[in-house]
């Protein structure tokens, strides 16, 4: 599996960020080509001091090449355009293959 990573810091608007969010970016991302699963939250703590995201979000898709072409793919694209119209604090996008934990 290969794993998606978004941190959000804290937006200008943060009830801006939340509705426009759930209402208008997340239906977008029920229908990206690939994706196997998705979370997302809004409840960002640290074990120590204060968190340095407003929000998290993670998806899985099968490997790296599927996560890129699903990048690539005009859904895709559209996703990443939305992105500058509710994360005003800014976004730090990484990913990772994720090995199966067991043995």
């Known amino acids: 599996m290969h794993k998606l990573l978004v941190l959000y810091p804290e937006p200008v608007d943060p009830e ?3 509705d ?3 209402t208008k970016h997340l239906p977008l991302v029920r229908n990206w080509p690939g994706l196997l699963a998705w979370r997302y939250s ?3 703590a640290a074990t120590e001091g204060e968190a340095p995201y407003f929000a998290v979000f993670e998806a899985d898709f099968a490997d790296a090449a ?3 072409a699903a990048q690539a793919s005009e859904h895709g694209r559209r996703l990443t355009a939305d992105v500058a ?3 005003t604090g ?3 996008v990484i990913h990772y293959p ?3 934990g067991t043995g």
């Open 42 to 44: 809004f409840d960002v």
């Open 90 to 92: 800014g976004v730090i």
């Open 16 to 18: 801006h960020f939340r």
């Open 66 to 68: 599927a996560m890129a």
């Open 85 to 87: 119209n509710y994360a």
């Open 20 to 22: 426009y969010y759930v």
């Open 98 to 100: 994720v090995p199966d």
